[in-house]
């Protein structure tokens, strides 16, 4: 990942969504955006130039397009109309950036638009999280990586964040990942836990 | 046969989508890949083997191209359907609502400073009628009052606006409560299509989530309404039988989605009853 004194950025056109900009890099901040405040946390990542990622839940595009300047392909799918309506025109100016409306709920509909990834990166507010990143798997080459950003308060309210985390890694283990590192997103988003694993 | 977007790919034979991107479409909406078993995502190289594209790049602006429409056509669509302007018409009514009191609020304590010898009470003055007195001052609060007064002229004309709407979007709720209460708890769901798919229990409490959490954490007790206690037949029941008619209503209501949502015209036959059971709730004890 590019820091510039220790600010995490990305380098492609600016004025997406009105970030700053440092040295003619986008700046990609940890309070609006999960994957740098995983990496800020600890998290084993990197976004490298040769990479293909399958991203879901891409909402207005905010983070897909910090993404998008790293990796060579995007894969966006998003579900709500308002919010695609943004990320549509996120992706009209970067060319790597395939938008897709979709259901991640759904990968049989999309999967005739989507090729073999190294990585997948799953932001998405359901109760289901762990199961809708194990329908998405067959998308992922073997070794790739898989990216969980848990809401836990969309899985359970009643449960502890810890309780959910704890579940959610268990159904991973499950489905064959190994997790590589799990973290929460302290004090960044509050009741986040980003886990990373490897098929 | 392995089927793509572009077109099929069967033990090597490539056979590409026909159309223009309409058609390509429409062929896609088709496509359900099978990815349990045995799946193949989509290969560029074998796309450009086969002599569907140059290279990567066409693939892909071809690509964006068709999936970019897609989404266009699906969003128009989505907001086509009635209820996404309706959404938006109540937000700005609830809007202009709250707005309207804080203004009037800052405008009083303003007025009360130029007219020192002023008090409301005793005087049994709606906000609607202070804002009538303070249009007439002089200077920049006079002229911020008829504004205040304006913008509650519009809030009416858009109640009227989203009754009027919520009538031939959703007749058969907008019958049983009336179209402000359907068209919140139309809104507070997220669309027409949410709330037929909701469980009565649910629309019973839609509103009152702050308190239905709060009971499921920490046991408080559950909430016996949301939006639908602004329905009279709610708020004018007797307490000991509030739950009761709120759950007669939520009931109804969850009938009535469906019927607005599947088949989209009123039933009176069906109103009818309905109205009867929750007079009947309403009545025992």
Not at chain 1, 104 to 112: H, Q, S
């Amino acid at each position: 990942m590019k820091l510039i004194r220790g600010t995490i950025v990305s380098v492609g056109e600016g004025g997406v969504y009105g970030e700053r900009m440092l040295n003619g890099c986008r700046v990609w901040d940890p309070h609006r955006s999960k994957l740098p405040a995983a990496i800020i946390n600890g998290a084993p990542l990197d976004l490298t130039a040769d990479m293909r990622v399958l991203y879901l839940g891409a909402a207005n595009g905010t983070t897909v397009s910090h993404v998008a300047d790293y990796v060579e392909t995007v894969y966006a799918v998003e579900f709500a109309p308002r919010p695609m309506q943004d990320l549509i025109e996120v992706a009209r100016r970067r060319p790597n950036l395939v938008p897709i409306m979709g259901d991640a709920n759904r990968p049989e509909v999309y999967g005739c638009f989507v090729e073999q990834v190294d990585m997948i990166y799953q932001d998405v507010a359901q109760p289901n999280q762990a199961d809708i990143l194990r329908k998405n798997l067959p998308f992922l080459k073997d070794g790739g990586i898989a990216v969980l950003m848990l809401k836990a308060r969309s899985v359970d309210v009643r449960k502890k964040s810890e309780e959910v985390a704890e579940e959610t890694c268990t159904a991973l283990r499950e489905m064959g990942l190994t997790i590589v590192w799990s973290g929460t997103l302290d004090p960044f988003h509050r009741d986040h836990t980003c886990m990373i694993c490897t098929k | 046969m392995r089927s793509y977007w572009f077109g099929d790919i069967d033990n090597g034979v490539c056979t590409p989508a026909q159309g223009d991107e309409d058609r390509v479409l429409e062929r896609c909406d088709t496509i359900r890949v099978k990815v349990d078993t045995g799946f193949v995502p989509v290969s560029v190289d074998e796309a450009c083997d086969c002599g569907f594209f140059a290279d990567r790049e066409e693939y892909l602006a071809r690509l964006r191209s068709v999936t970019i429409r897609d989404a266009r056509r699906k969003i128009v669509a989505a907001f086509s359907e009635g209820d996404a302007e309706l959404i938006q018409m109540v937000r700005m009514l609830d809007e202009i609502d709250e707005v309207v009191n804080l203004l009037t609020e800052k405008a009083v304590e303003w007025y009360l400073v130029r007219n020192p010898g002023f008090s409301r009470k005793y005087k049994s003055m709606s906000a609607k009628r202070m804002v009538g007195v303070m249009k007439k001052e002089r200077g920049p609060l006079g002229r911020i009052c008829a504004e205040i007064d304006g913008l509650s002229d519009q809030r009416s004309s858009l109640m009227q606006d989203v009754s009027k709407r919520t009538d031939a979007v959703m007749p058969n709720c907008s019958a049983l409560v009336g179209g402000l209460v359907a068209a919140r708890l139309m809104e507070r769901a997220g669309g027409l299509s949410v709330l037929a798919g909701l469980p009565a229990s649910t629309i019973q409490v839609l509103g009152a989530e702050g308190a239905l959490f709060s009971h499921l954490r920490s046991g408080s007790p559950p909430p016996k309404h949301g939006i639908i206690f602004q329905h009279r037949r709610v708020h004018n029941a007797p307490r000991n039988v509030r739950g009761k008619v709120s759950r007669a209503v939520a009931g109804k209501l969850a009938i009535a989605a469906k019927i607005d949502y599947y088949r989209g015209e009123l039933d009176p036959a069906f109103i009818e009853r309905a109205q009867d059971r929750i007079d009947v709730v309403g009545e025992k004890e």
